[in-house]
């Protein structure tokens, strides 16, 4: 009778690849999308075309054609955020690529009427996965909380000086603001990333 503790041979591990058996993290694919994106909107997304139909309306209290305006500001906006959804989709599909070692999961997408059952149901509720997405949940909140405490000391006096200027220099500021607090809490996510990591290593 073989050992159950034997390693799974190179065709097992095909196999387990093809039904999205494995071992991957969904919070680091949530977090090199928030990277990218981040790095995205603070040093490439340009969003000066609508800023300045902003800035028109409201320092010479234009009125234009109603028409014109959602026009200028849907071009606008698909001009600006169309990029930006199409640089987190292709983040997206490479870093899961990337983490199933290049290989598609085929039979991952097939219906599963196991997954109806009940019992299946109750067994996920109280497995160990479970007891370690709590833990990672309580572990997230005490990082954010200590990477906005740390981000907090470190821009509170620039946060308040952005008060006394125009509404541009105000946006401009608080959305670079917006970028450093994201970075810290980034930052903040890697070790709970290598405890998931970890966890999911031993779990898989």
């Keep these: 009778m073989a050992n159950k503790t034997e390693k799974p041979t190179q065709k097992k591990l095909q196999d387990a690849s093809k ?28 969003v000066h075309h609508i800023m300045s139909i902003l800035e028109y ?3 010479h209290n234009a009125k234009p054609d109603i028409w014109d305006y959602f026009k200028a500001m849907g071009v606008g906006w698909l001009k600006t955020n169309i990029p930006f959804l199409l640089v987190c989709m292709f983040t997206t599909i490479l870093v899961s690529w990337f983490q199933s070692k290049m290989q598609l999961a085929t039979e991952a997408v097939k219906f599963k009427f196991d997954s109806l059952n009940p019992v299946n ?11 370690k997405e709590f833990v990672k949940a309580i572990l997230y909140i005490v990082f954010f909380a200590l990477a906005i405490k740390v981000f ?10 952005t008060l006394d200027g ?7 500021d608080w959305g670079e603001m917006l970028f450093l607090l994201i970075l810290y809490c980034l930052g903040s996510m890697i070790i709970v990333l290598i405890f998931d990591f970890i966890a999911e290593y031993f779990l898989f």
């Design 57 to 59: 309306i409201l320092d």
């Design 19 to 46: 039904k999205g058996q494995i071992l991957k993290s969904r919070d680091l694919t949530i977090s090199v999308i928030m990277l990218v994106g981040t790095l995205y909107l603070g040093y490439v997304f340009d």
């Design 152 to 161: 907090w000391s470190n821009h509170k006096s620039l946060l308040f000086k």
């Design 166 to 172: 125009d509404i541009i220099s105000l946006l401009s």
């Design 121 to 131: 149901g109750l067994k996920r509720i109280f497995g160990l996965k479970t007891v």
